[in-house]
């Protein structure tokens, strides 16, 4: 029988300036800011308080294609990507069809890429 684990999801992205990528993905992701700690900006899910991000200072910058990169499933594409443009995404590639998933490749301020989706009907 499955038992829960005993801890919490936090994503942890690297990037140069976590204040200026909280005030990017807390509207964004719809989390509030939480007290900044040096190396770290925190954000977390007002809803249940335990999903969290965290943004961290490295010295290195970004290169290459992201291994792991967020999701938002959405139910208005078009809405959504102009949204995230509004607060300083930019668009990669799409809107395109990924096997009846319409999605739109963005990245970050800082280049980080994550996709906007908009799920089949029937996966919703």
Not at 14 to 40: I, K, M, Q, T, V
Not at 48 to 67: A, F, I, W, Y
């Amino acid at each position: 029988m499955p038992t829960t684990p005993p801890h919490r999801l936090v994503w942890v992205l690297d990037c140069a300036d976590p204040e200026r990528l909280a005030a990017f993905w807390a509207p964004l992701l719809g989390f509030e800011a939480l007290p900044h700690s040096a190396p770290y900006s925190g954000l977390a899910d007002p809803e249940d308080g335990s999903t969290r991000m965290l943004l961290q200072r490295v010295p290195e910058p970004k290169s290459g294609k992201n291994r792991m990169h967020l999701d938002l499933r959405v139910p208005d594409m078009a809405a959504e990507v102009d949204r995230a443009i509004g607060l300083g995404a930019r668009v990669l590639r799409g809107p395109f069809d990924d096997e009846g998933w319409a999605t739109t490749i963005l990245a970050d301020p800082e280049g980080n890429e994550f996709c906007v989706i908009v799920p089949p009907r029937d996966d919703a």
